[in-house]
C-alpha cells in the first residue's frame, strides 16, 4: 500500500498546474536534470528489507521532430538491485550502474506525455551481495554480476509549474528487463522529478531573456 500511495501522489501532483502548458514544436530542444527514486519490483519474503527505496540522478535530453511527437536521450544513476530465488532460497546483489535510454516522447496534451524508451544498462565495479540464504553452499549468480543489461522503460510525465525557460516535471516510470535471469526480480518502477531547461527554439519563449 504505501508503494500505491507514493505513485498517487506523484500523479496528483503532476496533474495540479497553473502555469503555461509545454507546447511541442519541430526544432525545440530540452534538457532536464533531476533526482529518480526507484526500487526493484519485488514481492517475496522480507520484501521491505530487500528492496528498499533507493535514489541516484537522471538527465533527460528531448528534441521535438512535430507537435505530436519528440526524440528522446536519457542517463540514469542506479545503485540496482537483483533478487533470484532457487529452490526456496533468495540470494540479493546489487551494483552501481549506469543506463543510458534512447526512444520516442508522443505529447498526449500540453501538459502530459507518455514515453518509450530502449535501455542498455552497464555495471561498475564489482557486485555485492546483501542477502542470501545459501549459507556455505553454491548459490546462483543474480545479473548483478554481469556486464550489461537491457530492456525497456515507459514513463508518464506531467508538468506542474513554468516559468520561462524553466519548468518542473514529475514522471512516474517503469524499467523492464529483457534479460532478466530465471525466476529473478530485475525490473525497478519509481518516480522522477526534475527541472526541465528550454536549451534552443525557433519563436521566443514568454518570459525567457
Known sequence: MANLR???LAFSFMLVSA???YEPKEGKVTATLGHHWFKTHYNGPHKEDL???QGGLGLIVTGDSSTKGSIELAVFQLSKRFIRRFQDKYI????EMVQFNMGYRWWLSPYLSTSLTFFSSYTMG???TFYSDFNGSVAPNTSAEDITEYGF?????????ESGRYSLVVEPRYSYSVTKKFKESGDHYGVFVGLRYLIQAKE???GAP
Open 6 to 8: 507514493f505513485i498517487l
Open 19 to 21: 502555469s503555461r502548458a
Open 51 to 53: 528492496a528498499p527505496w
Open 92 to 95: 540479493g546483489q546489487k551494483s
Open 126 to 128: 564489482s557486485p555485492n
Open 153 to 161: 522503460d515507459f514513463s508518464i510525465q506531467g508538468q506542474a509549474w
Open 204 to 206: 521566443k519563449i514568454k
